[in-house]
């Protein structure tokens, strides 16, 4: 099915100056920290007035951590009504404030239903993550209408293809590096993904998974090490799995397209 024409949303071209959470005090970073825990425990207990309420506080206080937990909230509809495009306001938001984890999310987010495939494609390449065939419009990211407008030239199914491929693989990429994922399962360690978008399957392999920096793996032997590389191996599986349910595979996409990914995992005291 053929994508065009395609456009991008205004929502892209209203960005805030960005500001690392690496400038932050210790304070500030406590802060957002405690924020972002507030809101995440009264969702925990179902206490969504509790929830709604530590949000709207955390905003106002313009916690970077919040923004994320709002952009997730309205894109799954988590205490709030959903709402697609105030999710993609706050995941810009989250991202101008320096959360790394909110641009996968984001384009995912837009290559997700079509709901706008020039976008996604616009903010993958902001990041440098176009797949090898659909780095044509690169050149132009600085200028939205000509990166537009170089879509639209692409061959019928292209734009497809590249929203497809770039939209699970940075689904995978925001699922599995939202905060706290790997260490809620207790696994750490690196994993490389493996994508063939033209049969729509993800392989997994781990890499250095005996690394782990917990006394408990640390001096494990050989069987007890192979249960938790198994057992990170399932949590990534798990993710990558939910992601190619969430896109429809287009045909026609090239088989020679492969992305490969590492995720790095640590423990941090």
Known sequence: MSLHPVHLSP?????????SLAALDEYAARMDREAS???LLSVEHKNCAGAVKAL????????PSVMLMAASMFEEGLCVKQDWDKAAGFYQLAHAAGKREALPRLISGYAEKNRDPGAALWWLAQMGGMPAPCKGANHLVDDPDAFVAELNKWPKGQVAACAYTGGVAMRVSGDIEFPGRGAEQGVFGNAVMHFVPSTGTITWTAAGTDRIRTSRVEHAGDDER?????TFLKLMRVVSDRALTQFTRPEGIDPACVVEMKFSFTYEQ
């Open 11 to 19: 929502l892209i071209l209203c960005l805030l100056a960005p500001q």
């Open 37 to 39: 825990e507030s809101v």
């Open 56 to 63: 709207n506080k955390g905003l106002a206080a313009k916690h």
């Open 226 to 230: 192979g249960v938790f590389k198994n």
